[in-house]
């Protein structure tokens, strides 16, 4: 018998920690989409087999996750421009036996931002102007970052990450859109504050032990309108919320980008509204 089922799934390595069928699922049945949300273990030798195999009829698409963000770009068929400016795809959807990359990392991250109350919108556009935003990493993570948060007119971008270069070269990408002053460091202890700094944490610093990418002297130098976003969501208090938290200032972790990336894609695969409320008690 051959089932109506649709298949979406994430592909990575590993893949088993995701939180994502949880939220994904969710949304497929609250809406009735006859959909099945899968974890496909994808390491890089079987990555052009599992592409090819998001082309059957049966396939809305897929999620790509580590390592792979930057390596299916040349295995589909056309390219979001913005995915194409940050280097990196997380949203595969298939389309009459095509594939196109998204990134929805990027947007995902101001929608996570305008979750907790961080710039303004205008125009549906969030708007950052007068910030500054200071990003601790410089990996896949951070790339939809910078340019989310170029783009949205950031008046200072402070790149620090523990190999300058990464930084360098990163920078070298964005500065061809973005006007506003952009420094890289590899050292956090010389970060100096700026009125509405945004601090975020794009390393896994704090994910397996109870470090912090931020020496706590440093984050005694910013002001309270300081918000400081953690990519980390598991464990949900890193070391770094909670020295944020101490000191009063606004902080948290990344569920929220995970959530507002994962709407993003659902609607991307469906052409239908992301059930943003159900997702969201799926995940919390
Ligand atoms: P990645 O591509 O491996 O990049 C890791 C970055 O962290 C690199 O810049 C690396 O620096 C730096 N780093 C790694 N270990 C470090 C250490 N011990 N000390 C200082 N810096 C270190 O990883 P990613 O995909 O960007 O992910 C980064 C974090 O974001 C992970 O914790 C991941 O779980 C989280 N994340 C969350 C979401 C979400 O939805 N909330 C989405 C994506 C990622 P070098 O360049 O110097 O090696």
Redesign the pocket.
């Known amino acids: 018998m051959i089932s109506d089922k649709r298949r979406v799934g994430l592909i990575g390595d590993p893949v088993a920690h995701s939180y994502s069928p949880r939220f994904q699922q969710a949304a497929f049945d609250a809406l009735g989409i006859e959909a099945h949300y899968e974890l496909w273990h994808t390491p890089a030798l079987q990555l052009p087999m599992r592409i090819q195999s998001l082309r059957n009829i049966d396939c809305f698409g897929a999620n790509v996750t ?1 390592p792979h963000k930057q390596a299916v770009l040349p295995l589909l068929d056309h390219i979001d421009p913005l995915a194409a400016r940050i280097g990196a795809v997380n949203t595969i959807v298939h389309r009459a036996g095509l594939l196109w990359g998204y990134n929805t ?1 990027a947007p995902g991250l101001l929608l996570a931002l305008q979750e907790h109350g961080v710039g303004e919108q205008h125009n549906k556009a969030t708007s950052l102007k007068g910030c500054t935003a200071i990003l601790l ?6 790339r939809g970052a910078v340019f989310a948060l170029a783009g949205a007119g950031v008046e200072r971008l402070l790149l620090v ?3 300058l270069e ?1 930084a360098q070269m990163l920078a070298a990408q964005v500065q061809q859109d973005y006007a506003g002053i952009l420094l890289c460091l590899d050292d956090p202890s010389v970060l100096a504050a700026y009125p509405d700094s945004i601090i975020i944490n ?4 704090g ?1 397996h032990d109870d470090s912090s ?1 931020l020496p706590a002297e440093v984050l005694s130098r910013f002001a309270p309108d300081t918000f400081i976003y953690d ?3 598991n464990p949900a208090e890193t070391s770094l919320l909670r020295q944020a938290r101490a000191r009063g200032l606004r902080a948290a972790n ?2 929220s ?2 959530l507002h ?1 994962g709407a993003l894609s659902f609607t991307l695969w469906t052409g239908r509204e992301a059930p943003l409320d159900v997702m969201r008690t799926a995940l919390y």
Do not use: F, K, S, V
Request: no cysteine; hydrophobic share 40%.
């Open positions: 580590i990392d990493g410089a990996g896949g993570a951070a990450n523990r190999h990464r794009a390393t896994p610093t994910m990418p990519m980390i969501y990344g569920l980008l995970l990336q």
